[in-house]
């Protein structure tokens, strides 16, 4: 396991307050209050570990198949439905959301290899991630990539919690299916919008794995 760059900076400001907390607590109350001090210190540990964790990068066996869609996010399948989309394609498609709960790894992988025809970023709510509009009114990151196979478009998006959302595509790049494309700071959702017709093969309410799980298949 290794610990996402997007981490870095939030560990670090998470480790020192837990040092200066920590000094002050053993400091003030290690005579008085020991059992307060050491309340205080297991606590603040357990907080620090789960930052850490929120940025781990688990060392996976990842699906590589062209003839797949790969999942691009851990969490759970909280819908499948046809859909209308207005953004980039103009017409039905096949919607496939995961919603990543803070417990989840955040690293979002490419479902398939191909070429980056569209990424745009768009400014919006925080709704929660589960809510019907978060997909088109919550901030909200677009990429669409084709291959020989077809064309779809995933879009991370923020909820609630989630403030940042980073993605590292660009358009006319060639991306690799299972690379890395971009991380979702505490949240929330991956959207994944595809063909008509296209095989699914998730079901609702599973829990998935992002470069693992297969999440549908080219027909």
């Given at each position: 396991?290794?610990?996402?760059k997007?981490?870095?900076?939030?560990?670090?400001?998470?480790?020192?307050i837990?040092?200066?907390?920590?000094?002050?607590?053993?400091?003030?109350?290690?005579?008085?209050?020991?059992?307060?001090?050491?309340?205080?210190?297991?606590?603040?540990?357990?907080?620090?570990?789960?930052?850490?964790s929120?940025?781990?990068i688990?060392?996976?066996?990842?699906?590589?198949?062209?003839?797949?869609?790969?999942?691009?996010?851990?969490?759970?399948?909280?819908?499948?439905?046809?859909?209308?989309?207005?953004?980039?394609?103009?017409?039905?498609?096949?919607?496939?959301?995961?919603?990543?709960?803070?417990?989840?790894?955040?690293?979002?992988?490419?479902?398939?290899?191909?070429?980056?025809?569209?990424?745009q970023y768009?400014?919006?709510?925080?709704?929660?991630?589960?809510?019907p509009?978060?997909?088109?009114?919550?901030?909200?990151?677009?990429?669409?990539?084709?291959?020989?196979?077809?064309?779809?478009?995933?879009?991370?998006?923020a909820?609630a919690?989630?403030?940042?959302?980073?993605?590292?595509?660009?358009?006319?790049?060639?991306?690799?299916?299972?690379?890395?494309?971009?991380?979702?700071?505490?949240?929330?959702r991956?959207?994944?919008?595809?063909?008509?017709?296209?095989?699914i093969?998730?079901?609702?309410?599973?829990?998935?794995?992002?470069?693992?799980?297969?999440?549908?298949?080219?027909?």
């Open positions: 396991m290794t610990i996402h997007e981490g870095y900076q939030s560990i670090g400001i998470a480790a020192f837990f040092g200066v907390i920590n000094v002050a607590s053993f400091y003030f109350l290690t005579s008085s209050m020991p059992w307060l001090a050491l309340i205080i210190f297991i606590v603040t540990l357990i907080v620090l570990l789960f930052i850490i929120f940025f781990r688990p060392n996976r066996k990842l699906t590589i198949d062209d003839n797949k869609i790969v999942c691009p996010a851990d969490g759970k399948v909280v819908v499948i439905e046809e859909t209308i989309d207005e953004e980039y394609f103009k017409d039905k498609r096949i919607q496939v959301s995961i919603f990543m709960s803070p417990a989840n790894v955040h690293v979002n992988r490419n479902p398939v290899s191909g070429e980056v025809l569209y990424n768009h400014k919006g709510k925080y709704l929660v991630a589960w809510h509009k978060s997909s088109t009114e919550n901030e909200r990151w677009s990429v669409v990539v084709k291959n020989n196979y077809g064309t779809i478009l995933y879009k991370q998006i909820g919690l989630a403030k940042r959302i980073c993605n590292y595509t660009k358009v006319g790049e060639q991306v690799q299916q299972c690379n890395e494309y971009g991380f979702i700071k505490f949240g929330s991956v959207d994944v919008l595809l063909p008509v017709g296209t095989q093969n998730v079901q609702l309410n599973q829990v998935v794995k992002g470069g693992v799980t297969v999440l549908a298949s080219w027909k």
